[in-house]
């Protein structure tokens, strides 16, 4: 009988013992630092601006880096092998959850993974680029925020601007899904207005001298740049053509704008980035699914005015797209 209540007290106590270790793991579990892959396509203003907005929302909602939130910042430059290399990374690290940063790194990442969470920002159309079933209900491992931009008011802003305008030059990269889908509303828009559009494409930043050229060369009246990566990595290139033919520039976004654009109504990348950083919070909180999480839109929109460029080019600027712009030197 004692040999037996011994064993019964043995079993007891290593019965315990279990069970506080149990809850020991659980603690250990809670504290462990969660692990965030961010996969930037290439480096320019707005995916920046996106990429801090991003980390600054998980950091206002509790995940601090260094404390309880690791981030794996990778930049692929442009680079489709290396965005395929990051995927990987992502995978055999066991992240537990993806930033992707543009439509081609959203891309890559969704066929590398269908298990591990996604959220993408500064991608245009998530349904066109076959990223989800649906905008409304992504029924994928690929949630975010879409940068589409107010096309139909950028238009009015070009005509409001100039009045005598006929003719439209566009420049964009024909291998972006996202540039593709922005020219094919802005040519509809702006054949509803009576605007004849000419193309010239680019497939890398070495391009864009010679498609300015050939648009300055067809004497078109103002250049329209959708938010394309290969296009706002190289602003500068395109103004310097652009400015000495007397060629104003609208833009599709305000970081654009910055970099020597004239003019712009458009969205803010850095919102953009916290909204989608939001988004993330609720994935890791375990308050939602991105199979479930609709992709959500900006309606905050503003103009955005060079003011040096529009010196330069002697543009006046209308009193109604002024108020209330950001106007920058």
């Given at each position: 009988?004692?040999?037996?209540?011994?064993?019964?007290?043995?079993?007891?106590v290593a019965a315990l013992g279990i069970t506080a270790g149990c809850g020991g793991k659980q603690e250990a579990k809670k504290k462990?630092?969660?692990?965030?892959?961010?996969?930037?396509?290439?480096?320019?203003?707005?995916?920046?601006?996106?990429?801090?907005?991003?980390?600054?929302?998980?950091?206002?909602?509790?995940?601090?880096?260094?404390?309880?939130?690791?981030?794996?910042?990778?930049?692929?430059?442009?680079?489709?092998?290396?965005?395929?290399?990051?995927?990987?990374r992502f995978v055999n690290n066991k992240v537990d959850l993806i930033c992707a940063i543009a439509t081609p790194a959203a891309q890559?990442?969704?066929?590398?993974?269908?298990?591990?969470?996604?959220?993408?920002?500064?991608?245009?159309?998530?349904?066109?680029?076959?990223?989800?079933?649906?905008?409304?209900?992504?029924?994928?491992?690929?949630?975010?925020?879409?940068?589409?931009?107010?096309?139909?008011?950028?238009?009015?802003?070009?005509?409001?601007?100039?009045?005598?305008?006929?003719?439209?030059?566009?420049?964009?990269?024909?291998?972006?899904?996202?540039?593709?889908?922005?020219?094919?509303?802005?040519?509809?828009?702006?054949?509803?207005?009576?605007?004849?559009?000419?193309?010239?494409?680019?497939?890398?930043?070495n391009d864009i001298q010679q498609a300015a050229q050939s648009l300055v060369a067809q004497k078109v009246d103002v250049i329209y740049?959708?938010?394309?990566?290969?296009?706002?990595?190289?602003?500068?290139?395109?103004?310097?053509?652009?400015?000495?033919?007397?060629?104003?520039?609208?833009?599709?976004?305000?970081?654009?704008?910055?970099?020597?654009?004239?003019?712009?109504?458009?969205?803010?990348?850095?919102?953009?980035?916290?909204?989608?950083?939001?988004?993330?919070?609720?994935?890791?909180?375990?308050?939602?699914?991105?199979?479930?999480?609709?992709?959500?839109?900006?309606?905050?929109?503003?103009?955005?005015?060079?003011?040096?460029?529009?010196?330069?080019?002697?543009?006046?600027?209308?009193?109604?797209?002024?108020?209330?712009?950001?106007?920058?030197?």
């Amino acid at each position: 009988m004692k040999n037996w209540k011994k064993a019964m007290a043995l079993l007891t106590v290593a019965a315990l013992g279990i069970t506080a270790g149990c809850g020991g793991k659980q603690e250990a579990k809670k504290k462990d630092k969660v692990k965030i892959g961010v996969v930037q396509l290439v480096e320019h203003a707005a995916l920046d601006a996106a990429n801090k907005g991003f980390i600054d929302a998980l950091e206002a909602n509790g995940y601090k880096v260094g404390k309880n939130l690791e981030v794996d910042q990778q930049n692929a430059q442009a680079d489709q092998s290396n965005l395929q290399t990051i995927a990987q990374r992502f995978v055999n690290n066991k992240v537990d959850l993806i930033c992707a940063i543009a439509t081609p790194a959203a891309q890559t990442m969704a066929n590398a993974t269908k298990t591990i969470p996604i959220v993408g920002t500064a991608i245009t159309d998530y349904k066109e680029a076959k990223l989800v079933k649906d905008n409304n209900k992504p029924g994928t491992n690929v949630t975010g925020t879409t940068d589409m931009n107010p096309i139909d008011r950028q238009v009015e802003l070009l005509q409001t601007v100039f009045p005598k305008a006929k003719t439209v030059g566009v420049i964009y990269n024909s291998s972006e899904v996202n540039s593709q889908l922005q020219v094919s509303i802005m040519k509809k828009v702006a054949g509803q207005k009576g605007l004849t559009v000419k193309e010239a494409t680019v497939t890398t930043v070495n391009d864009i001298q010679q498609a300015a050229q050939s648009l300055v060369a067809q004497k078109v009246d103002v250049i329209y740049i959708p938010t394309d990566n290969v296009m706002a990595s190289a602003v500068p290139v395109l103004t310097k053509i652009t400015n000495a033919a007397k060629i104003p520039v609208i833009a599709g976004e305000g970081n654009e704008v910055k970099k020597g654009c004239l003019a712009t109504i458009g969205i803010d990348y850095y919102k953009l980035g916290y909204q989608t950083g939001l988004m993330a919070v609720k994935i890791l909180r375990g308050e939602a699914k991105p199979q479930d999480m609709a992709i959500e839109t900006q309606k905050d929109v503003k103009a955005t005015v060079n003011e040096t460029s529009a010196k330069l080019l002697g543009v006046t600027i209308p009193d109604s797209i002024l108020k209330g712009a950001e106007i920058v030197k």
